[in-house]
């Protein structure tokens, strides 16, 4: 069993179906390629490959390995190694204008590519290789025993183990890219090497090598690896379009999901966001409430306000109307209506109201005679 383990492993993921899943997606630049390697990243559970991480990874851990930060794990002679590959490194970053030489491109990249992680779960490669030389450099067997010389030239040996099973070309028109880029903030650009005086060269070279005798899609071509050409327009600025082409050709997952405690984790991460989640709606509501209430209170005590004005608004009114009447009767009525009640009771006749009525018509009639 010792002897066959390899077998005995092999067997097991193709019996499980647990094989990796190996991307390549390459394009103009601003055509989306990292957006779309992400998303497939994620959704296959696989690892992220580009230039420019890999190279900041392997600097970061030489730079590890020379510090000491992890001694027992480390040999003299491995952080000696480590030291010299770092020197190297940054000469030729700094010779090449930040770029590294094509020869250590590739041995930083075949390290990460014949990694474990890549190997056994997969990996998307994010815009490289760009020539049909760089993919031949990478992914070729130059001492594969092949019978047939024709069939060799016509059709090149490759690693399987890290060679792209599948290849998705993104293209879209030059006025296209170009108006997303102008959309860019300035610092985005900035940092994506998306500015006038960088992107459009960059975009004329990637025409260039589209247009050159052998490209890097003919390669995967002789492979019998046949790109898929995706259009990339305005109208998907999600890439729902293409990201649903690109899982229909790849298919579900084939790959290692989650271990036990890896779920654990993340379902207790998940449960902990959504308990977060569900107290800030609640204490939002609660304000909203609270809220609410300060604003009735506060309409009512304007309400009772405005309501006792207009009760007093309206007595002082009452009064102004009521003010010539009042005149009128203390002038005219009143002094003829205190005589013939003051007779009234002297007198105390048996029908007082008759009486009255009587008196102030006569005197009444008196007044009109002397007038």
């Known amino acids: 069993m010792v002897e066959n383990m390899d077998s005995i492993v092999q067997e097991y993921k193709e019996t499980r179906q647990l094989l990796p899943i190996k991307v390549c997606v390459v394009g103009p630049p601003a055509v989306g390629k990292t957006t779309i390697a992400e998303k497939l990243c994620k959704h296959y559970q696989i690892h992220h490959i580009n230039l420019k991480g890999i190279i900041e990874d392997k600097i970061r851990q030489l730079k ?169 327009s305005t109208d998907d600025p999600e890439y729902t379009v293409v990201m649903k082409h690109i899982m229909e050709t790849i298919g579900d997952p084939k790959n290692y999901g989650p271990s036990p405690d890896d779920q654990e984790e993340a379902d207790r991460k998940r449960e902990a966001k959504q308990r977060r989640k569900q107290a800030a709606e609640a204490a939002e509501k609660r304000s909203r409430k609270e809220a609410a209430l300060t604003e009735i209170a506060a309409q009512s005590e304007e309400w009772q306000t405005n309501l006792s004005e207009v009760k007093r608004q309206e007595h002082e009114l009452m009064e102004a109307h009521a003010l010539p009447l009042r005149n009128y009767l203390m002038k005219y009525v009143m002094p003829s209506l205190t005589q013939a009640m003051s007779e009234c009771c002297q007198i105390k006749p048996e029908d007082p109201v008759d009486f009255l009525a009587e008196h102030l018509l006569r005197s009444n009639q008196e007044e009109e005679l002397s007038v």
Request: hydrophobic share 35%; net charge negative.
């Open 64 to 232: 590890e390995k020379i510090s000491g930060v992890y001694p027992e794990h480390v040999s003299e002679e491995a952080a000696a190694a480590a030291h010299k590959q770092f020197e190297n490194i940054t000469q030729s970053l700094e010779m090449n204008g930040g770029k590294l030489a094509e020869h250590q491109v590739f041995d930083i990249l075949q390290e990460k590519l014949n990694s474990k992680p890549c190997r056994n779960q997969g990996f998307v490669l994010d815009g490289y290789p760009k020539t049909y030389a760089q993919a031949k450099l990478n992914f070729s067997v130059e001492d594969a025993e092949v019978q047939d010389s024709d069939l060799m030239s016509v059709m090149p040996q490759y690693n399987k183990l890290i060679t792209p099973e599948y290849v998705f070309a993104l293209d879209a028109s030059d006025d296209f890219l170009t108006k997303r880029v102008q959309g860019l903030s300035e610092n985005v650009a900035d940092k994506m090497r998306y500015t006038q005086e960088e992107f459009l060269p960059r975009l004329a070279r990637h025409r260039q090598l589209g247009a050159a005798e052998e490209t890097l899609l003919d390669y995967f071509d002789h492979c019998e690896i046949h790109p898929e050409r995706l259009e990339v």
